[in-house]
């Protein structure tokens, strides 16, 4: 069996029993970063062997992945953080293990767009989720006029490097729509600021902008 499993955003005591004892069955664990997942699974003394499978060496490591399950082998996919498949490599091996008919199920976990669309009170009977926004001013700026158009929510993922980039560029297109911004979801530091892009930016400016941000528009 090829087990997707979702684990925590941040907070370790999100993993649920059923993925806790999931991962304690397996042959293998197939996650991003290996010294990452070690942190979750000794948290919960998980002996369970690990196995890297990332952007880099997606394509061969697949390979081997795909030959255990075919060999009936229990295996695990999780990510760095939250639901693998979203933005993270675990696509491309979920892919490939439906194009090989393997038997498989989906461990629901956290995702951080689902919880900052949750906890920000924007309408969620109708999202658009974008993913991360584009890296260059003019390209994104296009992107966000593109978007205005839709009526429903929208979320994106930042990381603390652009985020006040992005706001400005959000500020520029959007005006004075209140906005809301996610950050550190379920961690020590969790914030979630609500106002105009412009006030937002104001309050992240008081301190060096840190951690891992949602956009809610
Ligand atoms: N697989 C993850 C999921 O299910 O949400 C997303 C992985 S994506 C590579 C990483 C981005 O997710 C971060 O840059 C940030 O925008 C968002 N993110 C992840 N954890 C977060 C958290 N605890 N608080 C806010 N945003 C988070």
Redesign the pocket.
């Known amino acids: 069996m090829f087990y997707i499993v979702g684990t925590p ?2 907070n370790l005591k999100d993993l649920s029993l059923r993925a806790t004892e999931v991962l304690k069955s397996v042959d293998l664990i197939a996650c991003e970063d290996t010294r990452h997942t070690k942190i979750l699974l000794d948290h919960y003394a998980i002996k369970t062997p690990t196995t890297s499978f990332f952007q880099h060496n997606r394509f061969q490591k697949a390979d081997y992945i795909l030959d255990l399950l075919k060999a009936g082998k229990n295996i695990a996919l999780v ?1 760095d ?3 693998p498949g ?3 490599p675990g696509y491309n091996l979920i892919n490939l293990a439906i194009k090989n008919n393997l038997e498989m199920t989906f461990l629901p976990g ?4 689902v919880n ?1 669309l949750v906890i920000s009170g924007k309408p969620a009977h109708e999202f658009y989720f974008g993913g991360f926004l584009i890296n260059r001013t003019r390209a994104r700026k296009n992107q966000l006029e593109k978007l205005k158009k839709f009526s429903c929510t929208l979320i994106f ?3 603390c490097h652009r985020i006040l980039a992005s706001l400005e560029d959000i500020g520029m297109v959007f005006g004075e729509k209140e906005i809301v911004v ?6 020590k530091f969790e914030e979630i600021l609500r106002g105009t892009p412009e006030f937002i930016i104001k309050m992240l400016k008081k301190n060096k902008p840190r951690g ?3 956009i809610i528009i």
Do not use: P, Q
Request: net charge negative; charged share 25%; no cysteine.
């Open positions: 955003i941040g990510s953080a939250g639901t979203i933005l993270d956290a995702a951080a767009f900052a993922y930042e990381s996610a950050r550190e979801l379920t961690k891992e941000f949602v």
